[in-house]
T-cell receptor
Framework: DTGVSQDPRHKITKRGQNVTFRCDPI?????LYWYRQTLGQGPEFLTY????????KSRLLSDRFSAERPKGSFSTLEIQRTEQGDSAMYLC????????????FGSGTRLTVV | AQTVTQSQPEMSVQEAETVTLSCTYD???????LFWYKQPPSRQMILVIR??????QNATENRFSVNFQKAAKSFSLKISDSQLGDTAMYFC????????????????FGQGTILTVHP
């Protein structure tokens, strides 16, 4: 297992288009998290899953954002009708629920909306 | 709600010297973890060190150590013998923990401190 994988690494899209990102967590981890990081800032929590269940969603996650983790393995984050303000790095991370040792992060997907 | 504040947007240090990055947080919780993460340019975020709030002893990992002052809600990171590879953005982060050790999941991050190590 090589860690948390995110695809694509970079995405440029036109305003109004829909985009979808994928995250493959470490296989032994039952929790998967999505964060958004704008340039020069700390990551902001969006949502997280424990197995298939989405346990918490931030109010940052507007109705244009949806995340799924259908089989408790990989997850997708979709943004509909993208806006320029959606331009950011979208980070995925995974962990095991039983210990609070911190996450393993992926390398992120950088979204640019033009 | 928890907040994490890093008041130093940028810091610099000469190679082999020591530097301290500051972090304060605000919470009404008693059971939590604190973390320092390192994010090198264009690379993924990695865990540097963690501190359990119930432990009085400050955590140490090789050249990295923390000064945890629970009453003051302060959590600084000291990097000794700085190396060029320490150049990165450093984030302080907070996580609530349930009794028994399972986490609530969500990390709250500070704004980050850009550390540059000069040769």
């Amino acid at each position: 297992d090589t860690g948390v994988s995110q695809d694509p690494r970079h995405k440029i899209t036109k305003r109004g288009q829909n985009v979808t990102f994928r995250c493959d967590p470490i296989s032994e981890h039952n929790r998967l998290y999505w964060y958004r990081q704008t340039l020069g800032q700390g990551p902001e929590f969006l949502t997280y899953f424990q197995n298939e269940a989405q346990l918490e969603k931030s109010r940052l996650l507007s109705d244009r954002f949806s995340a799924e983790r259908p089989k408790g393995s990989f997850s997708t984050l979709e943004i509909q009708r993208t806006e320029q303000g959606d331009s950011a790095m979208y980070l995925c991370a995974s962990s095991w629920e039983g210990v609070a040792y911190g996450y393993t992060f992926g390398s992120g997907t950088r979204l640019t909306v033009v | 709600a928890q907040t994490v504040t890093q008041s130093q947007p940028e810091m610099s240090v000469q190679e082999a010297e020591t530097v301290t990055l500051s972090c304060t947080y605000d919470t009404s919780e008693n059971n939590y973890y604190l973390f320092w993460y390192k994010q090198p340019p264009s690379r993924q975020m990695i865990l540097v060190i963690r501190q359990e709030a119930y432990k009085q002893q400050n955590a140490t990992e090789n050249r990295f150590s923390v000064n945890f002052q629970k009453a003051a809600k302060s959590f600084s990171l000291k990097i000794s013998d700085s190396q060029l590879g320490d150049t990165a953005m450093y984030f302080c982060a907070f996580m609530m923990v349930r009794a028994g050790g399972t986490s609530y999941g969500k990390l709250t991050f500070g704004q980050g401190t850009i550390l540059t190590v000069h040769p």
